[in-house]
């Protein structure tokens, strides 16, 4: 089971397939998100739905329609719904009532798409299933344990699949609850150096180590 | 061409490339992700403390930083601040990873692999993740996003 790529061309790939993945698909690379959306596949079917019919929309008619619905509920500008509190006033010279774009106009660079439909997901995930499968039958490891030293320490059995599940819960429970995982918070948010993800990667790293550390498994 | 169809067969090259870069690369083998947390405290022998996944990541993410910064400075991506359940979750995760030797990527790829045992793993993750979503409900925590 040795053999595996060396680190540069490892990194230089997973690199790639990282950029690669936003500029081709305008959506930031992320494993654990699409993972937990197969917890709640009807609710998730009923969001397909509603992205597809604003993606149908015609965008001038929508607007229109969400400005209309916008001061039915919260009142037209200047004309305050009685009894709602009145915001803060604006400071003086602040350039109240200017919109400023939030990012200008020549800087603008791709927007991000739409989240795609739960069956494209379903593609992802099944092609990354796939690309496992391509890699093991080609280095002739197909269906090789885990791990010489997994074997050892977790033998085949109840007590390993229940370390497996166990850990699976905490991986599970775990990214949903920081917001990504090695794809979205390690190479695509740390990447792009959001705070949450930089905080993140740093975390579970560290913990990964201190848990690996306590456990004192022997490798050869 | 079809924007769905597109989707499809993008995502799908992607999953594609990213299961067999995953696979040649270690990061589905519970040893090797094992001796890169483990920092070659308990390794002996010639692969000791090798540090080839640690530099693979690390240098992965460098070089993501790099191709973000040259490719897609001014794009528009969805922010990712620090939130509530930023560090709590992330050790969480840290230690399942260590556990598992599996990122949920992973978990798929050694599916593929015909490990079998992963099974296990990822009907863990999913456990998690609706488990995660229940306690969301029932203590009205926040959402990050739809999808990461």
Request: glycine share 16%; hydrophobic share 50%; with cysteine.
């Amino acid at each position: 089971m040795s053999g595996f790529l060396p680190w540069w061309l490892a990194a230089l790939a997973l690199g790639a397939i990282t950029v690669g993945y936003w500029i081709a698909v305008r959506r930031p690379l992320g494993v654990s998100g699409v993972l937990a959306r197969f917890t709640r596949v009807r609710e998730e079917l009923e969001f397909d739905r509603g992205v597809a019919a604003v993606n149908r929309a015609d965008p001038i008619a929508l607007e229109a329609e969400l400005l209309a619905l916008t001061q039915e509920a919260f009142g037209t500008v200047g004309a305050p719904l009685a009894g709602a509190t009145a915001p803060a006033a604006p400071e003086v010279g602040s350039g109240a009532g200017v919109m400023e774009p939030a990012v200008p106009a020549a800087e603008a660079g791709r927007a991000c798409a739409p989240v795609p439909s739960l069956g494209a997901h379903l593609t992802f995930l099944g092609m990354l299933v796939v690309g496992g499968a391509l890699a093991a039958l080609l280095r002739g490891t197909w269906g090789a344990g885990l791990g010489e030293a997994f074997a050892r320490h977790l033998t085949p059995g109840p007590a390993g699949l229940a370390a497996l599940a166990g850990g699976g819960v905490l991986v599970g429970f775990g990214t949903a609850m920081c917001g990504g995982c090695s794809a979205g918070h390690g190479l695509t948010g740390a990447g792009r150096l959001m705070p949450g993800s930089l905080v993140s990667t740093g975390v579970y790293f560290a913990a990964a180590v201190a848990v690996a550390v306590a456990l004192g498994w022997r490798l050869t | 061409m079809n924007a769905r169809l597109f989707n499809h067969l993008a995502m799908g090259g992607f999953g594609l490339a990213l299961g067999f870069t995953i696979s040649v690369a270690g990061l589905s083998n519970w040893d090797e992700v094992h001796r890169m947390f483990s920092l070659g405290l308990f390794t002996s022998g010639s692969a000791g403390g090798n540090p080839r996944l640690l530099l693979a990541f690390g240098g992965a993410i460098l070089l993501s930083m790099a191709g973000f910064r040259l490719l897609a400075r001014h794009d528009q991506i969805p922010v990712k601040p620090i939130r509530t359940g930023t560090i709590s979750g992330a050790i969480l995760f840290g230690a399942g990873w260590a556990i598992t030797g599996a990122c949920p990527a992973a978990a798929l790829v050694q599916l593929g692999e015909g490990k079998l045992v992963a099974l296990a793993t990822l009907g863990g993750i999913l456990g998690g993740a609706w488990l995660h979503e229940k306690a969301r409900r029932a203590f009205h925590w926040s959402r990050h996003s739809c999808v990461d």
